[in-house]
């Protein structure tokens, strides 16, 4: 049989009884967002002032990323890489946060810290 014998839809490159073509693999959607959420909490809790936002964004990263390797293990469904960065970008966040809640606490309940962090300010007020 040649080309020209054959119908057109059979001239699309497949030899008769060849596998069909393999669908790719998608990522999984929580993989993505665990990454998202850890790159967004690493900052957040990096500028110090939105730390307590960085400290919900890592915790809600941490889920993402649990669940996303569970999916990771169904077939066809990839991004176990990028769920492992977004859950340990979280972690990192969560650890971040939570040591500078305690050293702020710390230095808070110190009162020579905290008289003379008073004493700092009032002498910038005075200069200004």
Known sequence: MSAADQPAGAMSGSRAGAAPARTSAKTSAAATFALVFGVAALFSVLTAILASIGLVLGIIGIILGVVAFKMTRRPGVTGRGVATGGLVLSILAV????????????????EGAADRLERQVGDLRDQL
């Open 95 to 110: 650890l971040l946060a939570v040591a500078f809640a305690i050293g702020l606490t710390t230095f808070l309940n110190n």
